[in-house]
């Protein structure tokens, strides 16, 4: 089996146009054979999918999620292409499941792009600090902060981030299926993030678990 490099996904992900992880899972489904990963990713229909995330996608809704109580709310913006599509019960679905999403996993940002190079900058100053605080050697200093900034991204950036209701996949991922299902171009736009009381401090509690509770119930 071949090793799954990052040069490897790089490539895939340049004649597929599909996301990083879902080049590398298919890569790995593939053992490494990069054409028979271009047709793992075309049978789950990513690789058209991204075909499609090129297009201009300037309908769609604005949806909202009050959590139990109306303690968090969540206003989110996801565009497609037509009004046909805005008003299809799968594309409506689509989008409530990114607002409780929101609503349960407080992303900062929709994706990395958006995360300002000052950030960045401030984090990685905070991360080698800690690094070196915990006597790690100067020489792979670096590159644990690289990982650790990577996983920084996971955690804040919305398309990045395990999906609530599958954790086995990223918002990103059950985007593209969404786009390979609808065959419209879609795109999450914005979102708003509401808590009562934030910034006044009080008991922390699991916010997760409240939202997929009522979810589930």
């Known amino acids: 089996m071949a090793e799954v490099t990052a040069a490897l996904v790089k490539e895939l992900r340049e004649k597929t146009g599909a996301g990083m992880m879902d080049c590398k899972k298919a890569l790995t489904e593939a ?3 990069i054409e028979r990963a271009m047709e793992v990713l075309r049978e789950k229909g990513l690789a058209s999918a991204a075909k499609k995330a090129g297009r201009v996608a300037a309908e769609g809704l604005v949806e909202s999620y009050i ?5 968090i709310g969540v206003l989110v913006e996801i565009n497609c292409e037509t009004d046909f599509v805005a008003k299809n019960e799968d594309f409506r679905a689509f989008v409530k499941d990114v607002a409780m999403h929101i609503a349960a996993s407080n992303p900062q940002f929709v994706r990395r792009e958006e995360v300002s190079e000052e950030v960045i900058a401030k984090e990685r100053e905070i991360l ?3 690094t070196l605080n915990e006597g790690k ?3 792979i200093v670096d ?6 900034i990577d996983k920084y991204y996971k955690e804040n950036c919305l398309l990045e981030q395990s999906f609530v209701k599958d954790p086995d996949k990223t918002v990103e991922t059950l985007l593209r299926e969404k786009i390979a299902t609808i065959g419209e171009n879609i795109s999450i736009r914005r979102f708003a993030r509401f808590v009562v009381g934030e910034g006044i401090e009080k008991e922390e509690s699991n916010f997760v678990d409240e939202v997929m509770a009522q979810v589930r119930g």
């Open 31 to 33: 053992e490494g054979d």
């Open 67 to 71: 959590h139990a109580g109306g303690r």
């Open 128 to 130: 080698r600090a800690q």
């Open 137 to 139: 050697p100067e020489k």
């Open 143 to 148: 590159k644990i902060v690289d990982g650790r």
